[in-house]
C-alpha cells in the first residue's frame, strides 16, 4: 500500500470539494482549483476528509494512487492557505520593485526586464532584494519563481544572481587561487 496514498487528505474550514465525473474542484479563500482524477482511482468523500483509493497492486494503480493523493492535498492546501516562493537578488545595483501588478528588474541588463504574472500569480517585495511570487496553485507558483531565476542565475565566482532565499550556490576559486 502507498504511504503517502492511504493517508486521507483533511479538508480544513471554509474549503468545499465537490467530486463529479473524476473531476474534483476545491473552493476556498484564495480561489478555485481543480485536478482530473484517473478513472480507474476511486475517490471518497467523507465528513471533513476525502480518501483516494486504488482497485489493484499494479505498478500503475500503485504509481496513480500516491500522485492524486498528492495532487488534491495540493489543491486543498493551495485554495485554504497558499503557497509562496522567496527570491533574493544579490548584486551591486540589483533591484526589484512592483509598479501595477507587474515587476519591474534591474538584474545588470541595459534596460529594465518587465515580468507580467499569470493569472493567479501575485508579487510583493520586501525592501528592494526580496521577491515574494504567491497563488493557490503550487505548480504554476514554482514554475514562475524558476523562470525569474532563469533571467538572471546565481553565478559561481561572486554569486551575483537571482536566487531561491533557502538556495546554496557553490563558489568556485577564481583565476588567482
Do not use: C, W
Not at 486543498?76 to 540589483?94: D, I, P
Request: zero cysteines.
Amino acid at each position: 500500500m502507498s504511504r503517502v496514498g492511504k493517508l486521507p487528505v483533511e479538508i480544513p474550514e471554509g474549503v468545499t470539494l465537490d467530486v463529479k465525473n473524476n473531476v474534483i474542484t476545491a473552493n476556498g479563500p484564495k480561489g478555485e482549483l481543480s485536478v482530473t482524477v484517473d478513472p480507474s482511482i476511486e475517490v471518497k468523500q467523507e465528513e471533513g476528509s476525502i480518501q483516494v483509493l486504488r482497485p489493484s497492486d499494479e505498478k500503475k494503480h500503485r504509481a496513480l494512487h500516491g500522485l492524486y493523493r498528492a495532487l488534491i492535498a495540493n489543491i486543498v492546501h493551495g485554495v485554504s492557505q497558499g503557497y509562496e516562493k522567496r527570491l533574493q537578488l544579490l548584486g551591486v545595483g540589483f533591484r526589484a520593485e512592483i509598479q501595477g501588478k507587474n515587476l519591474f528588474l534591474s538584474i545588470g541588463y541595459s534596460h529594465d526586464t518587465i515580468f507580467r504574472p499569470p493569472d493567479g500569480i501575485e508579487f510583493a517585495t520586501e525592501g528592494n532584494n526580496i521577491i515574494i511570487v504567491r497563488g493557490a496553485d503550487k505548480q504554476l507558483v514554482g514554475q514562475v519563481a524558476a523562470k525569474i531565476r532563469s533571467l538572471r542565475p546565481p553565478e559561481p565566482y561572486k554569486g551575483k544572481g537571482l536566487r531561491y532565499v533557502d538556495e546554496y550556490v557553490r563558489k568556485k576559486a577564481g583565476k588567482s587561487a
